[in-house]
């Protein structure tokens, strides 16, 4: 059974920072993508970042507009692990955060393309 574990939320103060963890038990890990999703609250789901595999050890990184600039996504294959780093945060930012895996070759922002969910993590900015 495929497992998708976030660490990291936290409460923080406008301006600062946090960095999420997902520690996924899918294999093999490193040819699939992943990606960072957030529901605000009275809010759909959004896309927040991804990094997809494009064969050999080449990944692509992509951003919603609002994040761009201030967060970064990343990955540690040998650790199963991928992260999002949050810089800069600002209140609109508060939401619950999912990571998730996505099996199948498909446009990685596309949040009903992703096949395995994490359970999400709480992050909370303060102004």
């Known amino acids: 059974q495929v497992q998708l574990v976030e660490s990291g939320g936290g409460l923080v103060q406008a301006g600062g920072s946090l960095r999420l963890s997902c520690a996924a038990s899918?294999?093999?890990?490193?040819?699939?993508?992943s990606g960072w999703f957030r529901q605000a609250p009275g809010k759909e789901r959004e896309f927040v970042a991804a990094?997809?595999?494009?064969?050999?050890?080449?990944?692509?990184?992509y951003y919603a507009d609002s994040v761009k600039g201030r967060f970064t996504i990343s990955r540690d294959n040998a650790k199963n692990t991928v992260y999002l780093q949050m810089n800069s945060l600002k209140p609109e930012d508060t939401a619950v955060y999912y990571c998730?895996?996505?099996?199948?070759?498909?446009?990685?922002?596309?949040?009903?393309?992703?096949?395995?969910w994490g359970q999400g993590t709480q992050v909370t900015v303060s102004s």
């Open positions: 899918v294999r093999p890990f490193s040819r699939y993508d």
């Open positions: 998730a895996v996505d099996i199948h070759p498909s446009p990685p922002t596309a949040e009903f393309e992703y096949d395995y």
């Open positions: 990094i997809s595999w494009s064969g050999s050890s080449t990944y692509y990184t």
